[in-house]
């Protein structure tokens, strides 16, 4: 069965399954991949976007997987109408996702004294603590998002317009660079529901020593990308891309 609905689910939750779940094997203690960096983490972000979008093509929606690009297709259409059933998808494959990540990493929770790396395996953490600058790079890394994104479907860009299946392999890079170049300053949610439905869920699950789920940062990665989103959209309908 065909759904826009699931597609927006299954693929925002296998994204959110393999994007976050580097995260927790790069992070957490005595995993297998414990401490091997930046370039292991935007690589699989690169391969987890992929994978969930081609998931929510096969499903049947648009595998937007990201209430952001959602807003932005939105402002840059003028057609609204998959907000109502897009976001509430996203929102819960995002929180699915994150709980199957508790689950893989069931062992490793207890093994890991630092609340913060434990945060980190569900939501994004600054590197430096300063709102304003902060939502500065979410809003540029969202509008690099949607801008190219819409450059990549685009004829324009090819002269023809993309091959078949190509397009998630383009956009998963496109993460890709967007992690190794903005993402320094805030971890790159570029995506209200990645930050946003992990969130909820590291609050509420029984996760040994865990901390605080610092909702007071959380209004950054919901405003950022979707302004920068939203801008992107005004740019796309203003150039005809």
């Not at 003028?78 to 699915?96: C, E, F, H, K, N």
């Not at 790079?137 to 450059?151: H, K, Q, R």
């Amino acid at each position: 069965m065909h759904s826009a609905f699931l597609g927006e689910l299954f693929g925002t939750m296998i994204m959110i399954l393999l994007g976050n779940g580097v995260v927790a094997n790069v992070v957490l203690r005595q995993t297998k991949g414990e401490k091997s960096g930046w370039m292991v983490i935007t690589a699989a972000w690169c391969f987890a976007v992929m994978a969930g979008v081609f998931t929510a093509l096969a499903v049947g929606s648009d595998g937007h997987l990201n209430p952001a690009v959602t807003v932005g297709v939105a402002v840059s259409t003028g057609d609204w109408s998959r907000l109502p059933i897009y976001v509430p998808a996203q929102m819960l494959g995002a929180m699915l996702g994150a709980a199957l990540v508790w689950l893989s990493y069931w062992s490793h929770w207890e093994k890991t004294p630092d609340p913060l790396d434990k945060l980190a395996c569900f939501s994004t953490i600054p590197a430096i603590r300063a709102p304003l600058a902060n939502i500065l790079n979410e809003v540029i890394g969202a509008f690099v998002l949607v801008l190219v994104a819409a450059s990549i479907s685009s004829k324009y860009g090819t002269g023809v317009g993309l091959s078949p299946g190509l397009g998630p392999f383009l956009v998963g890079s496109l993460v890709w660079g967007i992690g190794l170049s903005l993402g320094g300053p805030t971890g790159y949610a570029i995506n209200t529901a990645r930050d946003l439905g992990p969130r909820i869920m590291h609050a509420v699950l029984p996760i040994p020593g865990k901390g605080s789920s610092d909702f007071g940062y959380a209004f950054v990665p919901i405003v950022g990308p979707l302004l920068g989103a939203a801008g992107a959209g005004v740019v796309v309908k203003m150039i005809g891309i």
